[in-house]
């Protein structure tokens, strides 16, 4: 399975998208601005949409996407997330006033878009050219929110997505029992901005340290870090290297976490 890094930044600015993820070609798990640079034919491919949650910088690009490839498609384009997050949409996007319901047009009976509900903890599989097996994983954030692994339908190791949220203890109970590829988890704000991060329920490097100290003893994967808000990046990412550093003073050697900085355009394999 391939995971295609769209957007992986906390906020825009130049080079910078937000939270977007392209798993084979038919999949899209969350529609922040990365989305703007699939090509045309390349987001016609995609037929499900997996969202984590409602905020602007994982849907913006939902609606501006179904617009462009609406003429294209001969089926709607499904998206699945938790009720909340479809009914947000529902009532502050696709409302007729932000941007018309395309669950409605062109008719109810064959609209561009469906949405369907997610339950935390529920398995499914998506996938029109490569079947895919997903489990909704819980995240804790201002807003009902999850994270999700993926993996091949087949079977093999997950692609484990955090989603945005601050401490989560049942999320480390559910990844401990997964067999993991990887893991891409949020690290939003640099440990000056703690409050800000607390209040905003995400992680910063020190709550990620704690975070991580959940992995059970003798799993290891490649850990990557996304979402980092762009003015805070090299700080944030200077305070995981000290994090890393400590791991590794702990369990003697090379060992102790790979932790990774997760780049946009970037192409990992489970
Ligand atoms: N008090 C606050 N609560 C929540 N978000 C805030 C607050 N103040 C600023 N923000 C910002 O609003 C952003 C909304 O998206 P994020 O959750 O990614 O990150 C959040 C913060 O960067």
Known sequence: MQVRVLGCSGAIAKDCRTTSFLVDCDLLVDAGTGVGDL??????????????????DHVAALPL??????????????????????????????????????????????????FHDLVIGQELELGTRALKHIEVLPA?????????????????????????????????????????????????????????????????????ADELAQIAPGRSYPIYITHTKPAETEEIMSQIDGITHGSRMRAGGDAGWDIRWLQADEVLQT
Request: aromatic fraction near 8%.
């Open 39 to 56: 090509t045309l034919d390349e987001m016609a491919k995609i037929d499900d949409v997996l969202l984590t949650h409602s905020h602007l």
């Open 140 to 208: 804790v954030h201002t807003v009902p929110a999850c994270g999700f692994a993926v993996r091949c339908a087949q079977g093999g190791p997950h692609w484990v997505f955090s989603g945005d949220t601050e401490r989560n203890a049942p999320f480390w109970t559910r990844v401990n029992q997964l067999d993991v590829a990887m893991l891409v988890i949020e690290t939003a704000f640099s440990n000056r901005e703690q409050a800000l991060a607390r209040r905003s329920l995400h992680l910063s490097p020190a709550t990620l």
């Open 65 to 114: 996407m179904i617009d462009a490839i609406a003429s294209r498609r001969t089926r709607p384009l499904r998206v699945h997330a938790l009720r909340a997050t479809i009914e947000a949409l529902r009532a502050h996007v696709f409302n007729n006033v932000i941007w018309p319901d395309f669950a409605s047009i062109p008719s109810r009976e064959a609209p561009f878009v469906t």
